[in-house]
């Protein structure tokens, strides 16, 4: 009996034990439920609300996204004082980036057309002293806009303007059969075999050229041509001509990618409307 008693004395002392134990500080530590708490110290959630590192360089304005990946690999950018080389950063809002020591932060995209006069250089500076381009756009933005493809000296017509990289290298890809219609004016008639000549298969520079469109334009002269490509090539227009014997006199640009001169004199720049640059992004 006693050893009955004391059995029974001894679970019940047990159980007032096992309370206690809870309680004590030792083990409230060592209780797997704490360790959920480094969930919360890891917040996944603000690096997906990032920017990429790149991305952000390049809206920024100082240069292509392929190009600040070169910049970040050779230590160029740091943030938050931080060197930082890693490809595929993000940057949170709060963030200080510095690229050469110098605070950048992303710009609001611009997007201006120009209707390009003669004798101006598509280039954004020039070290024989020649006019430039940038100079017919220098008030357009306080963002530092580039732009988009070239024409030569002498060449008229659109050309555009913006900071949006990611636009740009599309509208310059020939992937994209970006549309370009010229209006050239040849020093003599266009004879109809010739034109028929460049409706076929033309081989410049050992290189396939493909002209999407060639005609005379409605009246005016044999002399006058119209012409659509999507080449990118330098000089391309004026060489097709050379090459069934002609010499472009002038030449001008009058629709990139569905943007038109419509009232825009020579020499002057206009903002892209929102619905033209939704155009432009949608291009495939």
């Known amino acids: 009996m006693k050893s009955d008693r004391n059995s029974s004395r ?6 007032k034990s096992t309370p206690l134990s809870r309680k004590s500080k030792p083990l409230s530590r060592k209780s797997p439920k704490k360790t959920f708490t480094k969930i919360k110290e890891a917040p996944k959630s603000d690096e997906s609300s990032g920017i990429r590192l790149n991305k952000y360089i390049a809206n920024s304005g100082v240069c292509s996204r392929r190009e600040a990946d070169t910049y970040i690999e050779h230590g160029s950018v740091e943030v938050n004082g931080k060197l930082v080389t890693e490809m595929g950063y993000k940057v949170q809002p709060d963030d200080i980036v510095r690229f050469d020591g110098t605070s950048i932060t992303p710009e609001q995209k611009r997007y201006i057309l120009l209707n ?9 500076d020039d070290d ?3 006019k430039t381009v940038m100079e017919l756009v220098a ?3 306080k963002e ?3 732009p988009v493809g070239r024409l030569d000296r002498n060449t008229t017509g659109l050309l555009l303007f913006t900071n949006d990289g990611d636009l740009a290298k599309k509208l310059t890809h020939p992937k994209h059969n970006v549309r370009k219609l010229y209006h050239a004016s ?10 028929e000549k460049l409706r076929g298969d033309v081989i410049i520079e050992g290189r396939k050229v493909f002209i999407d469109a060639i005609s005379y334009v409605d009246g005016q002269p044999k002399s006058e041509i119209g012409i659509e490509i999507h080449s990118g090539r330098n000089r391309i227009v004026r060489k ?6 002609y010499k472009v006199n002038k030449l001008d640009r009058v629709v990139f990618a569905e943007l038109t001169k419509k009232n825009l004199p020579r020499g002057r720049w206009r903002e892209l409307t929102n619905l033209e640059v939704t155009n432009l992004q ?3």
């Open 144 to 146: 530092r806009i580039y």
């Open 10 to 15: 001894g679970r019940q002392e047990g159980k």
């Open 116 to 124: 390009k006069p003669k004798n101006y250089i598509t280039t954004m």
């Open 128 to 130: 024989r002293g020649r």
């Open 139 to 141: 008030n357009a933005s």
């Open 186 to 195: 040849l020093d003599r008639k266009l004879d109809l075999r010739d034109l």
């Open 282 to 284: 949608i291009l495939k």
């Open 240 to 245: 097709i001509f050379e090459h069934v014997g």
